[in-house]
Structure formats: structure tokens, C-alpha cells
């Protein structure tokens, strides 16, 4: 069965950096869409960032570009997410998630694409 475990988060200051990862299991298709979301208190959940897994091909969520990278190292079938310059406003819990044998549809992912997520690492930033 697909397993996705997240791992990485904490707290930190504003202007600080994490790296969040998501270790994947329980699959054998290589060309996939796999994606970073979060969900603050209160609020729904929202895409942070694509990678279709296949061609590298990223999006990003317009509040996050130049500030969070997403990347893959298939040879440990993990995906990561590189976030710098944090802001008290990406605080929140972080799930990453799998959508199998699909392109990402060049754009960013919406959450309802996905069937198969983790249980989430909360990231918090304090100013």
C-alpha cells in the first residue's frame, strides 16, 4: 500500500530556512504528481508546490516562488522541500501527497487531484 511519511519540520524564526521531506513507498509507477500542501489553523487546505515526477517539470503557488524549492531524489523515492526565508505566514501543518501514473497537468496541483497523502509535519514560524 502507498505510504507517504513526512518529516523536517519545527520552529523557527522569520527569515529562516527548513527542509521538509517525504519519504515514499508502496508503488512501482515512475511518472507520477507528487505535491507539498498545507493547512493553517482555521483555514483550508492549500498546494504549495508540483513536481511531476517523471519529467521534473515544478510549479509553485505564487506565495511561495523564489522562496520554496521542490525536488525529488528517485533513487531514495523521497521528495523534499527546501523553504527559505520563511515568513510567520507559512506556518502551518505540511502534507505531502501522490497522485500515481499522472501528470501534474502543467500547473499547480489542487488538493482534490490527490488520493494518497501523509500524516503531515507542522512547520512554525514566529516573528
Known amino acids: 500500500q502507498v505510504q507517504l511519511v513526512e518529516s523536517g519540520g519545527g520552529s523557527v524564526q522569520a527569515g529562516g530556512s527548513l527542509r521538509l521531506s517525504c519519504a515514499a513507498s508502496?508503488?512501482?509507477?515512475?511518472?507520477?504528481?507528487m505535491g507539498w500542501f498545507r493547512q493553517a489553523p482555521g483555514k483550508e487546505r492549500e498546494a504549495v508546490a508540483g513536481?511531476?515526477?517523471?519529467?521534473?517539470?515544478?510549479y509553485y503557488a505564487d506565495s511561495v516562488k523564489g522562496r520554496f524549492t521542490i525536488s525529488q531524489d528517485n533513487a531514495k523515492n523521497t521528495l523534499y522541500l527546501q523553504m527559505n526565508s520563511l515568513k510567520p505566514e507559512d506556518t502551518a501543518m505540511y502534507y505531502c501527497?501522490?497522485?500515481?501514473?499522472?501528470?501534474?497537468?502543467?500547473?499547480?496541483?489542487?488538493?482534490?487531484?490527490?488520493?494518497?497523502w501523509g500524516q503531515g509535519t507542522q512547520v512554525t514560524v514566529s516573528s
Open positions: 513536481i511531476s515526477t517523471g519529467s521534473g517539470n515544478t
Open positions: 508502496g508503488y512501482t509507477y515512475r511518472s507520477n504528481c
Open positions: 501527497a501522490i497522485r500515481l501514473n499522472r501528470w501534474c497537468g502543467g500547473r499547480v496541483p489542487d488538493v482534490a487531484d490527490f488520493g494518497y
